[in-house]
């Protein structure tokens, strides 16, 4: 099978300014996917992508360029899927393409396969944790929650209320931070130390996890001597994860995988899920402010691991009708 596309871009200001890599960004712009058959003219489906300045390494002309010139080489054949494999080896391509790339060349791929019915989205509800940060707290009613937090927060009265009055109204509250890479060794233990001065102690114990923290990596490996608390990866995740095998004795510490797949590509997070179900490490989807046609894949992934909390609360930034889940899902804190 051949496939083509067609292309339309337009204009969109988010619903509230979103954080980017360290930097307010309030509009963007669609790059419209509309995807057919080539043999039958059929229409199999669309996708809308967003690229994110200082966060994706291309804009959408350079995604543009690339579908334009995969997919006019590329021949589809379904007789072998397989989602560990690149492309789900259904194109057999020695093109390099790897990362977001590979994210949205596989998206498209998904969407022909879920067209064609070699793909079904079971399990239609799906558990999310609810993302705050220094501009929306407000009070909650949820399970699990993501905080960004940075080295200004040391002080952040705000912040150190909220949590205060989220924990009294219920004491078994998950907590994930998001440090960002921003945190000295110190300055972490700084907001801990003014955590568990404020909060008490037994705050630690709803902490599920810090999400890469540290300017210097290698700070994981002290930062276990001053707070008890697991770690999270994100960024790291390529690098480390031809390490899977040996994480338990080499990083015990870090006890969750946050799995971005719009930066790893669909087949490599599915892979990575694979290995890291067996060493039974958790694994924790996150969007990057996805449209809902381009959150499918996250969905897809999410439906292997439906029992963890996901992070892809971030449809409430996007506005109509880039915010309407499809597939009939329910995204549920």
């Not at 079904?120 to 929650?145: A, E, P, R």
């Not at 940075?150 to 931070?177: G, Y």
């Amino acid at each position: 099978m051949k496939l083509a596309l067609s292309f339309y871009q337009t204009q969109f200001n988010y619903i509230q300014p979103i954080i980017v890599s360290n930097h307010q960004l309030s509009s963007n712009i669609a790059l419209h996917v509309l995807i057919k058959n080539l043999d039958t003219n059929q229409e199999m489906g669309f996708l809308e992508l967003t690229a994110l300045q200082g966060f994706h390494n291309y804009s959408i002309e350079n995604w543009k360029y690339y579908l334009q010139f995969f997919f006019n080489s590329a021949t589809l054949n379904f007789e072998d899927i397989d989602f560990n494999k690149k492309f789900f080896n259904v194109v057999q391509c020695d093109l390099f393409c790897k990362g977001e790339l590979l994210f949205i060349v596989e998206s498209i791929l998904l969407k022909v396969l879920s067209f064609h019915n070699y793909v079904f989205y079971t399990q239609k509800v799906i558990k999310t944790n609810s993302l705050f940060s220094g501009y929306n707290y407000f009070d909650i009613n949820v399970d699990v929650i993501k905080i960004k937090i940075r080295p200004i927060n040391i002080v952040n009265a705000e912040m150190f209320d909220f949590l205060k009055i989220q924990l009294t109204k219920k004491s078994n509250l998950k907590i994930r931070f998001d440090g960002n890479r921003t945190f000295s060794l110190m300055e972490l233990c700084d907001l801990f130390n003014n955590f568990i001065k404020i909060i008490g102690a037994d705050f630690i114990k709803n902490i599920e996890y810090i999400e890469e923290p540290f300017i210097n990596f290698n700070d994981i490996f002290l930062f276990k001597n001053y707070h008890p608390i697991p770690i999270a990866i994100d960024e790291s995740i390529i690098p480390l994860a031809y390490k899977m095998k040996s994480f338990q004795n080499d990083f015990p510490m870090i006890k969750s995988l946050i799995i971005k797949p719009s930066l790893l590509g669909i087949s490599p997070s599915y892979d990575i899920i694979t290995k890291a179900k067996a060493l039974k490490l958790n694994c924790v989807i996150s969007s990057s402010y996805e449209t809902t046609s381009a959150l499918n894949a996250h969905l897809f992934l999410c439906q292997r691991i439906s029992e963890n909390y996901h992070g892809l609360d971030t449809l409430k930034f996007l506005p109509p009708p880039f915010d309407k889940l499809q597939e009939n899902f329910c995204l549920e804190n």
